[in-house]
């Protein structure tokens, strides 16, 4: 598309009518579903090259902000060395390299060290290229990983000899997360998935041997939960774990007897949550039982069903027991207390506990790569919205800590320019919502254009952490904000649970009170706020399409699930029925009530909307492309103020975008080029002494 009298394409109506509780609703972009159909690829096709069109004056822009995140990055990095046994393991990544090198050595033998994996050379025929696990053998002799070629979250395993690097092992398919090897270095552990993506089975399989041979040793048949697999820091268990959104089950594998029937830890119970890890002669269990913010627990070995199980740390209200780090000699809690995670060493050889000490009101931080069980140092991560990602070491003996590695930012950056603050938004209920929020003080004009993130489903928070990409942004003078609005997890198990099923509603009233904070106070420039926010985060985009269209001037909803009636009622669609438990049940009335009220696509009205950016993957087996291409189409047939609406679809890709770091790079770079089109600050730019950073907040 060329010509400027080229128009939006325009989706073909099909009569279709959905049947549900009594009720005959039409629904004519029904025939987009079939993938086989031709005019699917067709229209997809058609609507990125309007969006093409539509944004070819960013052109040189997007040309731009590329250049800037790319500058900002050292293309020559690597991580730091995680040290296990005799051997230390690295990832690094080259100039013009899509994909990293997966590295070992000797302890503190750089000349020693040999590549294991470099994912370029396995990528280099490929469209689209994802590692889903990689796993080094307890004797380091051999390495299995597995890949996604679609980015269908599909992977197929392979297994090589690190001394000769032959491949000894292929072909296993339709593997879903979880690789764990057994003591023996030649069974694995694997994870297959249903026809409906579900991780539904727990394989052994013999390296070197036919799949033929392979023992299912865990099958879940209840549709609502799906299974997983971890092997505890010990290297004592292989864990099996089968959870849905409320409840969770565990089973343990002695990782030297292999072929041992799995033995169960406690039976399932609706309501009831809990993890395990292992130490010496006692399991650690985190649980909500009588605790709805967890609590901590133990129980002998030889005895782990919950009758036998005491308290180690008590259940305190708003206090959100998130996870344990075990280790031969301390534990490591993981805690969140009013939106800000922390850190508590219980040490059992001197018997002392204490928090890491963190520099920043405002911050994110948690475990980072802790290999060996037998340690006193403890690795853990630490970013904040002005301070990049940073890897510690803290000694336990000493509690002296150890800046291990801090993300460069080249370019010529000055981090000390940029500021950051947290802020309180009043709900239509009196919940008070965190807000964070960044910017560049030198450049920084206040009321100022805005960009306001939200998510707010899963119990996940989203974290105050830092953006080099974002950077190109603030230098333009767009502050950042961030709404921790309910449905995620930033302020306990409640504040999850007053975000979803009958509640859902408190995340999208949440997200317009965060936006109608930052013009009160005088933050944000009420004519100039896009909003961000991507799958889940995406259909609180799209709810506020319709519910607050006045309220934005432009919305990016990346890989939105905005189709969450028609997807919900329909059991055969991957994830369907796992998810119950988080957004409700369409085949029941009341469910079905409350989840029409809101969806997206039920709710598109003749509005005036604003500029809209949607993004979605072919592949991606989350949110499926038809559920953003739908809801596209029924807008487009209502929308009528000239605004822009436009779809961009992965080919193929799938939930994640692109899967190279510098096509992520290019499509972050055109992104953020449309949000600063929306915002109208694509032409501007920026000049410390045009500054007028003088007003208080």
């Not at 990782?255 to 395990?276: C, K, M």
């Amino acid at each position: 598309m060329d010509s400027a009298d080229q128009s939006p394409p325009i989706a073909p109506r099909e009569n279709y009518i959905r049947e549900a509780h009594g009720e005959s609703t039409q629904d004519p972009w029904f025939w987009l579903r079939n993938r086989e159909d031709p005019r699917v690829l067709e229209y997809l096709r058609a609507e990125n090259d309007w969006t093409d069109f539509s944004t070819s004056h960013l052109n040189d822009l997007c040309g731009s902000l590329f250049s800037e995140i790319k500058s900002r990055v050292n293309e020559e990095d690597q991580s730091v060395p995680v040290p296990k046994d005799h051997w230390e393991y690295l990832v690094r990544t080259g100039t013009g390299l899509q994909y990293p090198l997966h590295i070992r050595r000797l302890r503190d033998q750089p000349e020693s060290e040999k590549v294991l994996l470099d994912e370029n050379e396995l990528a280099k025929d490929e469209g689209y290229f994802a590692i889903g696990d990689l796993s080094v053998s307890p004797d380091h002799r051999r390495l299995a990983y597995t890949v996604d070629t679609e980015g269908n979250e599909e992977y197929k395993l392979t297994v090589l000899d690190i001394e000769s690097g032959q491949e000894i092992d292929a072909g296993i398919d339709g593997l879903s997360y979880g690789l764990v090897w057994a003591n023996d270095s030649t069974n694995l552990f694997l994870v297959k998935t249903d026809d409906a993506h579900r991780p539904n089975r727990v394989l052994r399989h013999a390296v070197g041997t036919a799949s033929s041979k392979d023992v299912v040793v865990f099958q879940e048949d209840d549709e609502k939960f799906w299974v997983g697999i971890s092997g505890t820091r010990s290297e004592s268990f292989v864990v099996i774990g089968s959870e849905s959104k409320m409840s969770s089950e565990y089973w343990l594998i002695d990782a030297n007897l292999p072929e041992t029937e799995p033995r169960l830890v406690e039976p399932r119970r609706e309501g009831h949550e809990y993890r395990i890890s292992h130490q010496g002669d006692r399991f650690l269990i985190l649980t909500n039982e009588q605790a709805v913010d967890f609590r901590l627990m133990e129980a002998p070995t030889q005895a782990l069903s919950a009758e036998n199980w005491t308290e180690v740390i008590p259940h305190r209200e708003g206090v959100r027991l998130e996870d344990v780090d075990v280790f031969e000699t301390f534990i490591v809690v993981s805690e969140r207390r009013d939106g800000v995670p922390a850190l508590r060493v219980i040490d059992y050889l001197s018997d002392v506990e204490f928090e890491i000490d963190f520099p920043e009101p405002v911050y994110e931080a948690g475990s980072n790569a802790n290999a060996e069980f037998r340690t006193r140092k403890y690795r853990y991560s630490y970013t904040s919205m002005v301070t990049p990602p940073s890897i510690y070491e803290i000694d336990i003996d000493t509690r002296v800590q150890s800046l291990l590695k801090q993300q460069q930012v080249l370019g010529g950056v000055d981090l000390s320019l940029y500021e950051s603050e947290r802020s309180w938004a009043s709900s239509p209920d009196g919940t008070q919502i965190p807000i964070s929020l960044v910017w560049r003080k030198d450049v920084i004009q206040w009321p100022a254009p805005t960009v306001l993130y939200g998510y707010g489903a899963y119990e996940l928070g989203i974290p105050a952490s830092f953006s080099s990409a974002r950077l190109s942004l603030l230098d333009r003078g767009v502050i950042f904000a961030i709404a921790h609005v309910r449905g995620g997890g930033e302020l306990g198990r409640k504040w999850y649970e007053d975000g979803r099923l009958e509640k859902k509603q408190n995340t999208f009233s949440d997200f317009g009170a965060c936006r109608d904070h930052l013009v009160a106070s005088g933050w944000s420039d009420s004519k100039r706020i896009v909003a961000r926010g991507g799958s889940a985060g995406g259909l609180l985009m799209g709810v506020i399409v319709n519910q607050r269209p006045e309220a934005f001037a432009g919305v990016i909803a990346e890989v939105p699930f905005v189709d969450n009636v028609n997807t919900m009622l329909d059991p055969t669609i991957p994830l369907t029925i796992t998810e119950y438990e988080e957004w409700g049940n369409p085949q029941e009335l009341e469910s079905f009530q409350v989840m029409s009220e809101y969806g997206p696509y039920e709710n598109v009205v003749d509005a005036d909307h604003p500029a809209i950016l949607v993004t979605a993957g072919l592949n991606d087996p989350r949110v499926q492309y038809w559920e953003p291409a739908k809801w596209v189409a029924k807008l487009r047939s209502v929308a009528s103020n000239g605004r822009p609406l436009l779809l961009r679809t992965e080919i193929e890709s799938g939930h994640g975008g692109p899967s190279g770091r510098y096509d992520a790079w290019e499509e972050e770079a055109f992104v953020l080029a449309v949000i600063l089109d929306f915002l109208t600050c694509a032409d501007s730019s920026y000049s410390a002494g045009e500054s007028s950073y003088n007003q208080e907040h």
